[in-house]
Structure formats: C-alpha cells, structure tokens
C-alpha cells in the first residue's frame, strides 16, 4: 500500500491543536489571549502551502508576528492622527471591534 502526505493545511491545524493543549494550562485571561492569536495563522493558510516546507511551525509564527505587526502600524498611523492626543469614540471603538 502507499502512504499518505499530509497537505500543508493539515499540518497547520495538527500543529494549532498541540498549541491549544498548553493554552489549556495558561489562567484564563491569558488563554483568551493565546486563543486569538491561534487564530492568526489560519488567515495565511495558502501562503504556508504556498512555502511547501516542513517547518510549518515557523511560518505559523510569521504569520502571527505579521498580524501584530500590522496591528501595530495600524495603531501607529491612528495615533500620529489624532489631534492633542485625543481619540475619537469612532476610531477607539473600530480598534476595539478588530481585537474581538
């Protein structure tokens, strides 16, 4: 007979659902946290097939890093925005909404 490989999406969610077993250890607030960023690598799924790597793990953590890293700048440009350093509710609650 002959052997199975796994797809690279495979992988990914193998190696999300090891993660989730150390967020089961993690007090609440922090496993609130870890969950969502669980979540980030799910949005580059095709770029991590697209690598075809066996390092699934370190494209997983790229993935998460530049999901914060766009999350950063994202914050950056509203704050060079805002005037006296005064948010508006609008943009506070669209900052807010993204993190749910």
């Known amino acids: ?3 199975t490989v796994w ?3 495979m992988m990914v ?3 999300l659902a090891e993660l989730r077993e150390f967020g089961k250890a993690l007090k609440e607030e922090d496993r609130i946290i870890y969950e969502k960023i669980l979540k980030k690598p799910l949005r580059h799924v095709g770029s991590i097939a697209y690598a075809n790597s066996v ?3 370190a494209f997983c953590l790229l993935s998460i890093i530049l999901e914060q890293e ?3 700048k994202e914050m950056e440009t509203i704050h060079e925005s805002i005037p006296h ?4 509710e609008r943009e506070l ?3 807010v909404a993204e993190d749910a």
Do not use: A, L, N, Y
């Open 7 to 9: 797809s690279q999406r």
């Open 13 to 15: 969610d193998i190696m």
């Open 93 to 95: 609650d669209s900052i």
């Open 85 to 88: 350093g005064r948010v508006q």
């Open 70 to 72: 766009k999350r950063i």
């Open 55 to 57: 390092h699934v793990w």
């Open 1 to 3: 007979m002959g052997h």
